[in-house]
């Protein structure tokens, strides 16, 4: 099992967040401590399947929404507005209701559930210049933070990045099922260091807040 630079920059920012919450425990490094070894757990184990791509599709398929849940509660955390939180409470439901129905009837177990990884992207591009113009908005100082400002981007960045190719995977994987490869290594696997890499920076902000304040 051969380890990329997309892997190594999350395993990185695993262990930046575990240090940070061992140091000074926050709510950010709290949030995400579990979720991003979660995540390794994930990536070590698609790769460890490889050769069975039943259980690999299905694993990242409901990851897809695992990944979903935390982000966008994440992201009612943040909101400030009544009207936001609703709008992202309905986003959620409407998301695992779709999740729900392509997992079970329309893709299926066993296939990677791309339509999900469609929608769930969408939403949380949206969400993500929903956060920033709530901070525009938003006078409070605790609500335009650095830490979040760079964690909230790496969602953005990462998401709206890698959103058109998995539009397109059916195309891609039909006609251009060599490049595939290459175009996941390229776009999604670079965009990968770039998310941990913005992760890593805010939780070290975090931590560096959090101190100041003791």
Request: charged share 10%; net charge positive; hydrophobic share 50%.
């Amino acid at each position: 099992m051969t380890l990329d630079l997309a892997n190594w920059a999350e395993i990185a920012a695993a262990i930046i967040c575990t240090t940070c919450f061992l140091y000074k425990p926050s709510v950010i490094n709290r949030w995400f401590v579990w979720f991003l070894w979660l995540t390794i757990i994930i990536e070590l184990g698609g790769k460890l399947s490889t050769s069975l791509p039943i259980v690999k599709n299905t694993m990242y398929s409901i990851f897809t929404g695992v990944e979903f849940a935390f982000y966008s509660i994440m992201f009612l955390k943040l909101a400030e507005s009544r009207t936001n939180r609703k709008l992202i409470l309905i986003l959620q439901a409407c998301f695992f209701v779709f999740f729900l129905y392509n997992l079970f009837f329309i893709q299926g177990i066993g296939k990677y559930n791309h339509y999900s990884t469609v929608l769930s992207s969408s939403i949380l591009v949206f969400l993500s210049l929903l956060h920033y113009a709530g901070v525009i908005k938003s006078d409070s100082v605790t609500y335009s933070r650095w830490s979040i400002f760079f964690i909230v981007s790496g969602i953005f960045i990462f998401y709206a990045g890698t959103f058109r190719i998995y539009l397109s995977f059916n195309y891609l994987v039909t006609n251009m099922p060599k490049e595939i490869v290459w175009l996941y290594k390229l776009i999604v696997s670079n965009l990968n260091v770039i998310l941990y890499t913005l992760f890593s920076i805010g939780f070290v902000l975090d931590a560096v807040k959090s101190q100041r304040k003791t």
